[in-house]
Nanobody, 114 residues
Framework: QVQLVESGGGLVQAGGSLRLSCVAS???????MGWFRQAPGKQREWVATKAYTGYTTFADSVKGRFTIARDDAKNTLYLQMNSLKSDDTGVYYC?????????WGQGTQVTVSS
């Protein structure tokens, strides 16, 4: 089973940038990979997907500010977050999916101060 470990979170001022990484313990070749986030008191929400085909899609709330990339040779998924807003605050989770099997990372905290 693939284990996912996120990193790169932290405290940043509004308008700033962060780059999150998600390293898998095994190959992510053929996996659909994505980022989700959960703000305090809210449900977890989808942020972005990078499919194994290369197909990329974003939630409207982050479109134009976030980019997602993957390096299958390094078993790593990235999320570049620019022009951060206070609404982007939350725990960011990496998710993998293949043949119906879903795995989650433990999350990394992102806090955007206004």
């Amino acid at each position: 089973q693939v284990q996912l470990v996120e990193s790169g979170g932290g405290l940043v001022q509004a308008g700033g940038s962060l780059r999150l990484s998600c390293v898998a313990s095994g190959s992510i070749f053929g996996f659909n990979m994505g980022w989700f986030r959960q703000a305090p008191g809210k449900q977890r929400e989808w942020v972005a997907t990078k499919a194994y085909t290369g197909y990329t899609t974003f939630a409207d709330s982050v479109k134009g500010r976030f980019t997602i990339a993957r390096d299958d040779a390094k078993n790593t998924l990235y999320l570049q977050m620019n022009s951060l807003k206070s609404d982007d605050t939350g725990v960011y989770y990496c998710r993998s999916e293949t043949r119906g099997a879903i795995r989650w990372g433990q999350g990394t905290q992102v806090t955007v101060s206004s």
